[in-house]
């Protein structure tokens, strides 16, 4: 399910100053790791990072990755490294300014180095696996361009950029903190596969229901009701 070097994978505003958040992961409604990530403003956009890990059978994934995006949420540079059931695996990607509208990619995994170049979009979010701060990154280009005009960066194997198709469903409602929010539900269809997005009045990602069987991200004291799945694998 999770190759080498697959480090995967709307409303209101764009990140805040400081915007932080921490989230569970989890399988079939179990707990298996932990994400976060943290927004900073600086003087000429955010700063970002992002921190996952997933310890299961089958699966011991970390991830650490720092981003800086300009003041509309456009990629700038980003680097991550990773650690996938025991390999490491490194990616940076930036803007190649001497090669026009282009992305340079340069992924490291299993002793081998590939570097790509892709399609520029300013619509793009660079999107590994379980990352929070990729979605919420999405969620802001989202509002800034109408659902439209939305690319992701997949880090896998050699790297691709694929469009992103957003989808609006009907508000639901759930619990932060103990306190009632109208929730936003998007359902975002990424190179076949579909994540669905829930987010609250202020364009904060609350959970993600992702492609990997089973697998949710959930914003710690966020309570979905009624829950977007069943908590436990149907017998």
Do not use: C
């Not at 995967?8 to 921490?22: I, K, V």
């Amino acid at each position: 399910m999770f190759s080498l070097a697959g480090i995967l994978a709307p409303f209101g505003t764009a990140p805040a100053p400081a915007q932080s958040a921490s989230f569970t992961i989890a399988q079939h409604g179990h707990a298996v790791g932990t994400a976060s990530y943290q927004f900073a403003a600086g003087a000429h956009g955010y700063d970002s990072t992002s921190v996952v890990r997933v310890a299961m059978q089958g699966l011991d994934y970390a991830l650490s990755k720092t981003e800086r995006l300009t003041q509309a949420d456009q990629l700038k540079h980003v680097q991550l490294s990773a650690v996938v059931n025991g390999a490491a695996v490194t990616v940076v990607a930036k803007p190649d300014p001497g090669a026009g509208a282009q992305i340079l990619l340069n992924i490291s995994a299993s002793g081998r180095s590939t570097t790509t170049r892709l399609a520029a979009h300013a619509g793009a979010v660079f999107l590994p696996d379980f990352d929070p701060g990729a979605l919420e990154t999405l969620l802001a280009l989202a509002v800034a361009s109408n659902n439209r005009e939305l690319w992701a960066i997949l880090p896998k194997n050699a790297g691709s950029i694929e469009p992103v198709q957003l989808a609006t469903y009907p508000d639901e409602q759930g619990t932060l903190g103990g306190k009632t929010i109208t929730v936003h539900h998007l359902v975002a269809t990424i190179a076949g596969t579909h994540t669905d997005l829930f987010s609250g009045p202020e364009n904060q990602l609350l959970q993600a229901e992702l492609p990997q069987a089973g697998f949710a991200l959930v914003r710690k004291g966020f309570v979905l009701k009624p829950p977007a799945k069943p908590i436990a694998p149907a017998e």
